[in-house]
């Protein structure tokens, strides 16, 4: 199949390793002094606090003794300049400091700005805080005294600004190593982290701004990224339009698979976020009992009962995509089901309870299966990765790794921060909100991909679209309201984000 999209013009993510790169060819191939980097980073987060808090009684800055504590020095010693009051609290051993970072303490200290060694009730109950410590190298859990200071600076309901990562985050997995600063503004250098994206990132960062400190463009094409973020605005453009001469048959047929009893309202969702995805036509074989509410609910989709596996067959027949585990349930009626689709050519989307029975390898044996899409929640990834869920959000990136050269394929491992791997590329959508923590949400992003399916495009684009699209519907609909939001609600805005 051919690709539609350019995933070029997306944003580039970074490990913490691949950062640390970036800055290398930028001091070693581009001649820009590691000092300079460091004096443009700490202008920058300081012009930064200025906007979001333009008179701040006092500043107070937290420091280590890495580069990120340096980038702390300098903001002090800007901050100093302008006539702001400044306490730098220092953490660590100062004789420890190297390099450009402890020439930024010592024109600090030359520059008259106050350094005083932390300790417990250090903290004062007034102005801004600059949190300057751990930076992108931190190994391991947050131990004490930097735990304690953490915690101080959480508990004060003071603003914080974050440099470069807020401490204790983890740059490449988005985890909070034990403990980490929950900043109201974060300022990130050269790359964007990909941890800021995912997991706990986004609730630990709060308002993200991004510089690249005006490296020369060369120093990126030096560095391979290792994850791209989803941008609606780069992909939507790329989507086919529709010409005048359009008709139902050139938009697919998707067939959806599932609701077993007590579970119609699974695929009743996935068939009707089929169609509002523009899927030309939609079939959906369930139980019989669940035929006439279907039809009540969404009259465009077309349900038959299939009481075993052996009536589903002829609907395959007419399918050009499959979605399958919506309530499928893992009793002897879904796992016929799923029997006869192992059995089918066509792509297929493998949800729900269809994950659930491939991770038990008693229908379908565990391997490789190239023209399927899985979009596990870290749950099911767990049960197909022999793991635990901790281990998998540990992790998310590894995670989405491993499951994508088991099963093959595309994976979309849902949660904060959506991954997408086909094994070549791995893609990150950071849209949606905590309102989607409800019933239903994963059997719209179902029908979704296969209605892009359906549409022409392959399943690493048919997923990365959706994942955006999903996310990006539910933000519109949230406007009303996180709490009580309904996967039902994503509907028009499907539509209208479509167009």
């Not at 691949?18 to 460091?38: C, K, N």
Request: aromatic residues 4%; negative net charge; hydrophobic residues 45%.
């Amino acid at each position: 199949m051919k690709q539609v999209f350019d995933w070029t013009g997306l944003e580039t993510l970074y490990s913490a390793g691949e950062t640390r790169e970036l800055d290398r060819h930028a001091i070693e191939d581009f001649g820009i002094a590691g000092a300079t980097l460091m004096a443009r980073a700490a202008a920058v987060a300081f012009d930064h606090l200025l906007a979001a808090w333009p008179q701040p009684s006092l500043l107070q800055v937290f420091c280590g003794t890495g580069n990120n504590g340096g980038d702390g020095f300098l903001l002090a010693d800007l901050a100093h300049k302008r006539g702001i009051p400044v306490a730098v609290w220092q953490l660590g051993d100062p004789d420890k400091m190297r390099g450009s970072a402890a020439r930024a303490r010592d024109q600090a200290l030359a520059h008259g700005v106050a350094v005083e060694p932390w300790r417990p009730g250090s903290l004062r109950p007034e102005g801004v805080l600059v949190d300057a410590m751990l930076g992108t190298g931190l190994r391991g859990e947050v131990g004490s005294p930097w735990s304690d200071v953490i915690a101080s600076c959480n508990e004060s309901g003071l603003p914080i600004l974050a440099v470069d990562i807020p401490s204790g985050l983890c740059a490449d997995t988005g985890r909070r190593l034990g403990t980490s600063i929950r900043a109201d503004l974060t300022v990130t250098f050269i790359g964007l982290k990909r941890g800021l994206f995912t997991l706990d990132g986004p609730d630990c960062c709060g308002a993200l701004e991004f510089s690249d400190l005006a490296v020369p463009a060369g120093v990126y094409q030096r560095v391979a990224a290792s994850c791209r973020r989803l941008e609606l605005e780069q992909l939507l453009p790329q989507f086919p339009a529709r010409p005048a001469n359009a008709h139902k048959g050139r938009y697919g047929t998707v067939l959806v698979v599932g609701g077993d009893y007590g579970m119609g309202g699974a695929v009743a969702l996935a068939a009707e976020a089929a169609l509002r995805a523009g899927a030309g036509l939609v079939r959906v074989a369930t139980r019989s009992e669940h035929v006439s509410a279907i039809i009540a609910r969404t009259p465009e989709a077309m349900p038959v009962g299939v009481a075993s596996g052996q009536a589903l067959q002829p609907l395959l027949e007419s399918a050009d995509v499959l979605v399958v585990g919506p309530g499928l349930g893992q009793g002897p009626w879904g796992q016929q089901l799923l029997q006869v689709i192992a059995m089918a050519d066509q792509p297929c989307v493998l949800d729900a309870d269809g994950l659930n029975l491939l991770s038990l390898g008693q229908v379908l044996p565990l391997q490789p299966r190239p023209g399927w899409i899985f979009t596990p929640h870290p749950g099911e990834a767990a049960r197909l990765l022999g793991s635990s869920t901790a281990a998998v959000q540990a992790d998310r990136f590894a995670a989405v790794a491993a499951l994508q050269q088991r099963l093959g394929g595309t994976v979309l491992l849902k949660g904060n921060g959506t991954l997408v791997s086909d094994g070549e590329r791995c893609l990150l959508s950071d849209y949606g909100n905590p309102g989607m923590a409800s019933g239903g949400m994963g059997d719209v992003l179902s029908g979704l991909i296969g209605a892009l399916l359906a549409q022409g495009l392959a399943g690493i684009e048919a997923a990365a679209l959706a994942a955006a699209l999903h996310g990006a519907a539910a933000d519109a609909a949230a406007a009303q309201g996180q709490r009580g939001l309904l996967a039902s609600d994503l509907m028009p805005q499907l539509r209208g984000l479509l167009g």
